[in-house]
């Protein structure tokens, strides 16, 4: 699943906007994603996501 193929719902439908979902910030202390106005991500999730969608790094 890639975000935009994402159908986002509820609290995360401000997010469908691209110019809100790029109000993106890291939160250092909560090891997450964020944006303003208290939305954020479950990192478990994300992490697991990443880990099953790994991506191979360009050769040079």
Do not use: I, N, S
């Not at 906007?17 to 964020?34: K, W």
Request: charged letters at 45%.
């Amino acid at each position: 699943m890639r975000f935009e193929d994402h159908e986002w719902r509820g609290v995360l439908e401000p997010l469908r906007d691209p110019e809100r979902f790029a109000e993106v910030l890291v939160d250092e202390e909560l090891g997450t994603l964020v944006w303003p106005g208290g939305l954020d991500m479950a990192p478990e999730p994300l992490y697991e996501e990443a880990r099953r969608r790994r991506l191979e790094r360009p050769r040079r």
